[in-house]
């Protein structure tokens, strides 16, 4: 009976009378073209460089970097603290009161925003900010306006809400926040307690994206689903990303605990996309969407990843969608776990257009390809400096640190890697480090800039029973600790195959960049 809810599986789609077919073969030999031009590398390389040199010239020149930075106007930046200070006056992220009661009050007086355009909502464990940005991607390639909302940011909160892909500015954030910010204190004054920092944002974003207006919101949770302040938009789209243990005090202690909460996106008559999922987890899943008579594609059976090659600078895709497949994509991210991504977000926005349901068909194969091209994903495997290479990555929990410590050795090969680790408090960081153990030559341990940072010393004790002494250098300060690193893997450089990788919570990410974009 579960799985009577799945979606019917397609046969061959495509049509040989479409132009867009045509435009394939001339771009096949476009293809082999390179192919041939490579006769004197080894084969294999020569077909994945070409495939990866073809497909990048679909995404135009290189785009600037998609985190933002303060405002140079002081006068701006100023106005941006003081938005900044009264915020964070509020509880913040980590202190939740398990309820949509005051949000709803919100967007009741705001005249309901979020209903204003449809929503694909994404929720799980790890990957949700690098599949938003996928689905964001495509379907901006498709000509819509689209609305992001993510979380926590890299660097700048004017990350959190992007309009057209990219951040809005600074003068819109502001803007926003002064027209919400009477309703805030008309439901503060009516509540037992205060809206909350993420409560506030999230009204911030639907509000945001009414104004624009867009044509679809991609929205991310910020825990959990249920009862999320997020999950107050009827998402016509629900996105279920891999489901793992984190924040198991609020959510549980089992995957299919978790998987409980995070259900709550899943709306009556939605179409959900689960990544691949524990057994219990996609029991639980499962059995909600029927429930509320969901339409269910599964990855691995409706969907999924066809193959994969390693690319320069990402990785060569075939995907099979809800319509049928895609190959030839370029994908300018690291890892299979991306890939992974890459087909929840695929399948997504197949979903979004009807496609497998209403349509027997698949999206233009161009646009996909493009799309994906120009899809970025800061701090996630992101190589900020060469001679040493250093890249950071978010990975803050056991299973998000395991994807990367396979994406790095897949993808890069160095004979040493040293990892600069800090973490958040409330994270299983000796699994963390368990994870990263096989990969790390020596670890330097610190602290980042948030109260929420795990002390230096604390996790050096956790570090050095799975490291040993002689594999542990603590400095608690992140400069310190990054020239340290950095030092440790230029010992090598003569040989040019060692690198840096810091990571253990996105907070040390963004630190991290600021340092070394500045540097």
């Given at each position: 009976m579960v799985l009577s809810v799945g979606l019917r599986r397609l046969g061959s789609v495509s049509d040989p009378s479409d132009p867009r077919d045509h435009a394939a073969d001339e771009h096949a030999d476009d293809f082999d073209d390179l192919v041939d031009e490579a006769t004197s590398r080894d084969p294999d390389l020569a077909v994945i460089e070409a495939g990866s040199r073809t497909l990048r010239t679909q995404a135009g020149p290189p785009q600037g970097d998609p985190v933002p930075t303060r405002p140079e106007d002081p006068e701006l930046d100023k106005a941006l603290r003081e938005v900044e200070t009264e915020l964070s006056t509020r509880w913040g992220e980590t202190k939740l009161e398990p309820s949509v009661k005051r949000i709803a009050a919100l967007m009741d007086v705001l005249g309901e925003p979020q209903r204003a355009y449809p929503s694909i909502h994404i929720t799980g464990t790890n990957g949700k900010t690098s599949t938003a940005r996928m689905i964001e991607?495509?379907?901006?390639?498709?000509?819509?306006?689209?609305?992001r909302y993510t979380s926590p940011h890299v660097q700048t909160i004017t990350e959190r809400i992007s309009l057209d892909g990219a951040p809005i500015s600074a003068e819109r954030f502001i803007e926003t926040y002064q027209d919400v910010k009477p309703y805030v204190e008309m439901v503060d004054a009516r509540e037992e307690y205060r809206l909350s920092f993420f409560e506030v944002l999230t009204a911030m974003a639907y509000a945001a994206f009414a104004d624009a207006p867009v044509d679809a919101a991609v929205v991310e949770v910020g825990m959990g689903g249920t009862w999320d302040a997020t999950n107050v938009i009827d998402g016509s789209v629900a996105v279920v990303t891999p489901i793992d243990l984190d924040h198991t005090d609020r959510l549980g202690e089992t995957t299919g605990e978790i998987a409980g909460e995070k259900s709550g996106v899943i709306k009556r008559g939605a179409t959900v996309i689960l990544a691949q999922q524990p057994v219990d987890a996609a029991q639980v899943l499962l059995k909600k969407a029927v429930d509320v008579d969901a339409t269910v594609a599964r990855e691995g059976m409706e969907f999924g990843v066809v193959s994969r090659e390693v690319a320069v600078g990402g990785q060569l895709l075939t995907l099979r969608g809800l319509g049928g497949e895609y190959d030839g994509i370029f994908l300018p991210m690291y890892g299979a776990h991306q890939a992974h991504n890459a087909a929840v977000a695929l399948a997504a926005?197949?979903?979004?257009?009807?496609?497998?349901?209403?349509?027997?068909?698949?999206?233009?194969?161009?646009?996909?390809?493009?799309?994906?091209a120009q899809t970025t994903s800061p701090g996630r495997l992101e190589v900020v400096r060469s001679s040493p290479t250093v890249i950071l990555d978010a990975a803050h929990n056991p299973h998000g640190a395991r994807a990367t410590a396979e994406a790095v050795s897949e993808a890069f090969g160095f004979s040493r890697l040293i990892g600069v680790v800090s973490t958040s408090g409330d994270k299983d960081a000796r699994g963390l480090l368990e994870a990263f153990e096989p990969i790390f030559a020596e670890i330097v341990i610190t602290q980042n800039s948030t109260s929420r940072a795990t002390d230096a010393d604390a996790l050096a004790a956790v570090a050095v029973e799975v490291f040993g002494e002689d594999r542990v250098v603590v400095e608690p300060r992140l400069p310190d600790a990054l020239e340290a690193a950095i030092t440790l893997a230029e010992e090598e450089a003569e040989y040019g195959g060692a690198g840096v990788l810091v990571t253990g919570s996105i907070f040390t990410v963004g630190d991290a960049r600021l340092l070394l974009k500045r540097g």
């Open positions: 991607s495509l379907l901006g390639a498709f000509e819509l306006r689209t609305g926005v197949e979903a979004f257009f009807g496609i497998g349901a209403e349509h027997a068909r698949t999206l233009d194969v161009e646009t996909v390809r493009r799309a994906f």
